[in-house]
Nanobody
Framework: QFQLEESGGGLVQPGGSLRLSCAASESIRHYGVGWFRRTPGKEREGVSCINPENKTTYADTVKGRFTVSRDNAKRTVYLQMNNLKPEDTGIYYC???????????????WGQGTQVTVSS
């Protein structure tokens, strides 16, 4: 069964950085992968995604601060998060599907999530 596992979350001060990883149990070469987050008091929102051709998309709230990348040989997708803000706090999930989009209904497989807390 195709599985995803996120890692790299933690506690960071405002302005700091974290890199999240999304490791897959099988090849992701033909999958689009998205990053989503659920922040306190809000519904789950799309943060970023990357398609098999490495085309990337970002939500306006993270554009210029977050960078998504993939390493197919390692079956891993990364989310580099810089200049983190308290409003970035939440549980971050990665998801895989045949279409890369910021809409969660496009994805078939989901990880369990990793907590990111931005606080001084």
């Amino acid at each position: 069964q195709f599985q995803l596992e996120e890692s790299g979350g933690g506690l960071v001060q405002p302005g700091g950085s974290l890199r999240l990883s999304c490791a897959a149990s099988e090849s992701i070469r033909h999958y689009g992968v998205g990053w989503f987050r659920r922040t306190p008091g809000k519904e789950r929102e799309g943060v970023s995604c990357i398609n098999p051709e490495n085309k990337t998309t970002y939500a306006d709230t993270v554009k210029g601060r977050f960078t998504v990348s993939r390493d197919n040989a390692k079956r891993t997708v990364y989310l580099q998060m810089n200049n983190l803000k308290p409003e970035d706090t939440g549980i971050y999930y990665c998801a895989a599907g045949y279409i890369a989009a910021l809409d969660d209904y496009e994805y078939d497989y989901w990880g369990q999530g990793t907590q990111v807390t931005v606080s001084s």
